[in-house]
């Protein structure tokens, strides 16, 4: 007997095994997907401190970076200062700022921020940048809801919620992750 083809059998056989494949596939990349999420976030508060300090610098304008817990959604919002000795003769129009306001993404939230000094804040937090892109010092306590096992900072964690300190050196503009209290309180003490 002459076969040309495959039985009705074979075809349902390969066709189960593409579809496990597939499965497995999407598993491993909706874990990824999280992960990835997660320093996301991260890189995006580092680079909003990094944004404001060096509009300062280049503007030579101080201002206000104020860090809003009340809303739904955490905020951050930089002011630029328009107490500014400006000299007659220069254009204005460089020097008219508006406030930007950054929102971190959901899932995440800022749950406390921590200042040099001693305060802590549960709401809204006003720190002044100078001219100079300086701070006070101040770390923010990040919340985030993690459904999987992920990679922060090359430990293997798994948990159904996961809180992680980032700790801003206001001088030098350094950041420091910790999950421990007292390292942030430690350092912002050796900082203030």
């Not at 990835?36 to 991260?42: G, I, L, P």
Request: with cysteine; glycine share 8%; charged share 25%.
């Amino acid at each position: 007997m002459n076969r040309h083809g495959f039985t009705i059998i074979e075809l349902m056989v390969c066709m189960i095994i593409i579809g496990l494949l597939a499965g497995a596939i999407m598993l491993s990349l909706r874990g990824a997907g999280r992960r990835v999420k997660w320093k996301d976030t991260v890189d995006y508060i580092v680079r909003i401190d990094e944004q404001v300090r060096l509009f300062s610098q280049l503007h030579g304008l101080g201002g206000q970076l104020r860090l809003n817990l009340l809303s739904d959604v955490s905020e951050i919002v930089y002011i630029p200062s328009t107490h500014v000795d400006i000299p007659s003769d220069v254009n204005l129009s460089r020097f008219e700022t508006k406030k930007r306001v950054w929102e971190i993404p959901s899932p995440f939230r800022i749950e406390q921020i921590r200042i040099a000094g001693g305060e802590v804040s549960k709401t809204q937090v006003a720190l002044p940048v100078g001219p100079n892109g300086m701070t006070l010092s101040y770390a923010i306590k990040l919340k985030g809801e993690v459904k999987q096992t992920q990679d922060i900072s090359n430990d293997e964690v798994d948990r159904s919620s996961y809180n992680r300190w980032l700790i801003f050196v206001g001088s030098t503009g350094q950041v420091h992750q910790t999950d421990h209290q007292e390292e942030v309180d430690a350092i912002l003490q050796a900082t203030k």
